[in-house]
């Protein structure tokens, strides 16, 4: 990746729309000009979907994640559907993820913040802008926010009425975990019905199991002692956070508002946002879009990364160093971690940018199996978050969280795993529009094995 200006160059003011005097990458082809401003001009009239004081307390949770007093726990959807929009589905991912979340916090005794990619997660860049099937060449999916994923032509033309469909799907999402994390879903007197029917009888649910029984006579010994659960918050509710990667920078522009408390400018689609890996160019509309908002924000960082790069979006992103506003998720590949990490987290720390650091095991190994679909295996998933937790050993920084791309549902989609899943099963339930997710077991699983390197 080409970059232009050195660290702390002059830049003109920033606004909500300062991005569009920017390259921007992977936006796109709207039919229609107008319609689309218009659409974000509607979008602009409605209500924020969170508010800037969340997003703070967001940034002072990462904080902690930042001084090695806390993990990140950031998962979902690779994306998010419109059609497999339900309350089932929600409960089902929410749901995983505080299972993932007590065995973390339990087996490691380390807090966990957990961030969903939902309620948002419904852009996709894409590495061609054309998908060829059978000789025809049409523009690829880009996520429901853009367009369908039906290989027709008319499937494929971005329809900017998709981005308020977008917005109110976000909504109600967000509603409902609210209700859920706020309204007794999430009580810890509850761990034991979190284990859905397909895991109840596997290792990993056994295993888990145990956990919750401990976690029960806990419960008990505290109650036997005189403290009612009911009055501690922090055992009946739990902080949710959403996040997604801000792509469709106009959809972004028309939800940033300014925060009549700090006259801050924040994005207000959702508590965290991020950079992907494709559009971090540091002259780029993104990082321009991203630096002036006062959320926490996420940069993906790849194999070919440099660490002047890394530096550059650092000081760009985050130049009065606030703990917790910036989270570098690493996403190299099992095969580059080891060499690939090391430079860049001697050269933060050397710099003295308070991130936090984050483990995304997933896009680095994704490869296409013989029968066509698009994979990872769990054991590559493993090693690289192995290689991450080594690579900061190392150099005495904190393996601060990881990033993840799963669902509670019993998909078919990552090879490997407890129960060992093979090629060929992948075509039973193989569910996502997009990138493959870790099942419910492998999820657990992967809970377990993380707890494992955390105490190690
Ligand atoms: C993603 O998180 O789904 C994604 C596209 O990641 P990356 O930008 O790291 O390739
Ligand atoms: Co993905």
């Not at 709207?30 to 689309?36: S, T």
């Not at 922090?234 to 009549?260: C, I, M, N, P, Q």
Request: aromatic share 8%; charged share 25%.
């Amino acid at each position: 990746m080409a970059h232009m200006s050195s660290p702390g160059a002059e830049r003109a003011p920033w606004t909500p729309m300062s991005w569009r005097d920017r390259h921007a990458e992977q936006q796109p082809d709207w039919p229609d000009d107008a319609a689309f401003e218009g659409t974000l001009k509607t979008l602009s009239s409605y209500p924020p979907l969170v508010f800037a004081g969340e997003a703070r307390q967001l940034t002072a949770d990462l904080a902690r994640v930042s001084s090695g007093e806390a993990f990140l726990l950031q998962g979902g959807d690779c994306a998010e559907s419109f059609e497999a929009f339900s309350a089932d589905s929600i409960r089902e991912r929410l749901r995983v993820i505080l299972q993932m979340a007590v065995v973390l916090t339990y087996s490691a005794g380390v807090p966990v913040v957990k961030v969903g990619r939902i309620a948002g997660q419904f852009a996709k860049p894409r590495s061609s802008g054309t998908e060829t099937v059978d000789g025809v060449a049409l523009p690829s999916f880009r996520g429901h926010m853009v367009n369908d994923i039906a290989f027709t032509a008319a499937a494929r033309v971005p329809d900017p009425q998709r981005l308020v469909e977008a917005y109110h799907q976000s909504a109600s999402t967000l509603n409902l975990l609210r209700a859920f994390t706020k309204g007794g879903f999430a009580d810890l007197g509850r761990v034991h019905q979190w284990t859905q029917e397909f895991v109840r009888t596997s290792p990993e649910a056994l295993r888990y199991e145990q956990l919750a029984q401990e976690i029960d006579r806990a419960l008990r010994f505290m109650h036997a002692c005189g403290l009612d659960h009911e009055s501690v918050p922090a055992l009946h509710e739990v902080d949710f956070y959403t996040s997604h990667e801000a792509l469709v920078l106009g959809y972004e522009e028309a939800l940033t508002r300014r925060d009549s408390l700090t006259g801050d400018y924040y994005d207000c689609s959702a508590h965290m946002i991020w950079i992907g890996e494709r559009t971090r160019g540091i002259d780029d509309a993104h990082v321009e879009f991203f630096r002036g908002v006062g959320n926490p924000v996420g940069v993906k960082v790849g194999p070919t990364a440099s660490p002047d790069e890394v530096l550059e979006l650092c000081q760009t992103l985050n130049p009065e160093r606030i703990p917790g506003r910036l989270t570098l998720i690493t996403r190299m590949g099992a095969d580059s971690i080891t060499d690939g990490l090391r430079p860049l987290l001697r050269a933060v720390a050397d710099a003295g940018h308070p991130v936090v650091w984050t483990c995304d095991p997933m896009h680095g190994n994704t490869f296409t199996a013989p029968s066509g679909k698009k994979t990872r295996h769990f054991d590559a998933i493993l090693a690289e978050i192995k290689g991450f937790f080594d690579a900061h050993r190392a150099e005495g920084t904190w393996p601060g969280g990881v990033h993840v791309e799963l669902t509670g549902d019993d998909v078919t989609e990552c090879l490997g795993g407890a129960e060992d899943l093979l090629d060929d099963d992948l075509g039973l339930r193989y569910e996502s529009m997009c990138d493959p997710r870790l099942n419910g077991r492998q999820s657990l699983d992967l809970a377990f094995r993380v707890s494992e390197l955390l105490r190690g």
